[in-house]
Nanobody, 119 residues
Framework: VQLVESGGGLVQAGGSLKLSCAPSGFHFDGYAIEWFRQAPGKEREGVSCIASSDSTTRYVDSVKGRFTVSFNDAKNIVYLQMDSLKPEDTAVYYC?????????????WGQGTQVTVPS
């Protein structure tokens, strides 16, 4: 079983990217899926989380109003739509499964996808 992220790239400030997180070997049913990011020299930061059961979402303050997380049950894919991107959003973005958005620790995470927003 694994998670595969895709959709990263280089985009100018103010632009948009849409990340995808697809599981291999299992379905997201019953899990919460969190996007977190890791920038060089910075601590890992949880960006957004969605509960597959009821699509309840959470966002870190720095991305509220700019990022939107969603879950397509039929395709079994979680998306992170990122708009109005800023240089400080530059990081490797990972998706991970959790038992709930409020739980600590990740069950499984992917290899990450790089997002670069030049200043």
């Amino acid at each position: 079983v694994q998670l595969v992220e895709s959709g990263g790239g280089l985009v100018q400030a103010g632009g948009s990217l849409k990340l995808s997180c697809a599981p291999s070997g299992f379905h997201f049913d019953g899990y919460a899926i969190e996007w977190f990011r890791q920038a060089p020299g910075k601590e890992r930061e949880g960006v957004s989380c969605i509960a597959s059961s009821d699509s309840t979402t959470r966002y870190v303050d720095s991305v509220k109003g700019r990022f939107t997380v969603s879950f397509n049950d039929a395709k079994n894919i979680v998306y992170l739509q990122m708009d109005s991107l800023k240089p400080e959003d530059t990081a490797v973005y990972y998706c991970a499964t959790k038992t709930g958005c409020g739980s600590r620790g990740y069950l499984l995470w992917g290899q990450g996808t790089q997002v670069t927003v030049p200043s």
